[in-house]
């Protein structure tokens, strides 16, 4: 058995900022010698969040527009009061979706869709540098 | 330690249906040698997600109607004016769910409350055959 | 590879009750010889979830708020007619956020944000006593 820890770093612009990793996930896996287990993402930070998505321009507008009904930017936030800071919004999104996932995988292939793409969504109101941690576990 | 890759796959009717699939899994984790470890479960696709409910039919329409306020079906979605495609609300839905859970057991025992169900629940606009991949790791 | 149950009991308020375990998890892993791996947090009970946040009370009283619009406390709910009990909202918010997290670390230290702290939220509404069972997957 082997864990493999690996980072991955982006530079986001927030503001539900959506960015297909999967193509960085996939690189991890074949440079590894692991080939069964489970492959599990976790963006460090209370402003961000990971999760799987169709990854086509609409659809990002799409999760965007949810997201801003469920918790608007410009809405009242007690966060805002007590900090004087305007990131309300970001920390209820990134709670309400997780910052972690796990896919699982076999033979060296994730089992991801063929239109399901691994993104990561920083909801922060300024750019951001991202670190995502790839925590590979299994067998050889 | 051992990773067990297994599939289990459904017929389901899409339109937020729900299925309730703790026994399959359970029956997964029976036959195994593995004692002590995790099950993560992962649906293959972007329009599905997996969670824990209390199963009973009341709450099956309660979770629906609160994802029909979230994404609603009719409501209008970029993915569908790029697409023609009228599954918008299913991949929303979807993705602010999640596809994947991990559930943690003990002397071949999951750690599922009484009442706590594993289900799979489908938002496509059709039927569908779905995979849910269980990978099995820990120690006999 | 070593895999570790350990269990943390709370006894919570409801109504969304939010409480920092964050401290009691990193105790855990400071006295175990696992250096690198998976942590797993899993709530047992369909009424509550695990996620992460900025843990100070503006965010906890925002939260609440965000999860008052999605299903309302007071809201009508089948569940209620079916079983004559008034928590559907409960079950509703914790379905969505989902009962399960699961954090990396390495050089026994989890990948956590300085802002970023583990959080149990029990939205039934009764005083309870939860159990977050936590699994510890990794190599010495």
Same mark, same amino acid.
């Given at each position: 058995?082997?864990?493999?820890?690996?980072?991955?770093?982006?530079?986001?612009?927030?503001?539900?900022?959506?960015?297909?990793?999967?193509?960085?996930?996939?690189?991890?896996?074949?440079?590894?010698?692991?080939?069964?287990?489970?492959? =599990? @993402?976790?963006?460090?930070?209370? *402003?961000?969040?990971?999760?799987?998505? %169709?990854?086509?321009? +609409?659809?990002?507008?799409? $999760?965007?527009?949810?997201?801003?009904?469920?918790?608007?930017?410009?809405?009242?936030?007690?966060?805002?009061?007590?900090?004087?800071?305007?990131?309300?919004?970001?920390?209820?999104?990134? =709670? @309400?979706?997780?910052?972690?996932? *796990?896919?699982?995988?076999?033979?060296? %292939?994730?089992?991801? +869709?063929?239109?399901?793409? $691994?993104?990561?969504?920083?909801?922060?109101?300024?750019?951001?540098?991202?670190?995502?941690?790839?925590?590979?576990?299994?067998?050889?």
């Amino acid at each position: 058995m082997k864990v493999q820890t690996h980072r991955l770093t982006y530079q986001t612009r927030g503001f539900s900022h959506v960015l297909d990793i999967t193509e960085d996930v996939k690189k991890i896996l074949e440079s590894s010698p692991v080939r069964s287990g489970n492959l =599990t @993402l976790f963006v460090v930070g209370s *402003t961000a969040a990971i999760s799987t998505i %169709e990854y086509e321009p +609409g659809l990002v507008e799409d $999760i965007q527009g949810a997201l801003e009904k469920i918790a608007p930017l410009k809405g009242q936030y007690a966060h805002h009061q007590r900090w004087h800071d305007d990131n309300g919004s970001a920390h209820i999104r990134a =709670t @309400l979706m997780g910052p972690s996932l *796990t896919v699982p995988f076999a033979e060296g %292939e994730l089992f991801l +869709g063929t239109w399901q793409q $691994i993104v990561l969504l920083d909801f922060d109101t300024r750019p951001r540098e991202r670190e995502v941690v790839v925590q590979v576990i299994g067998v050889e």
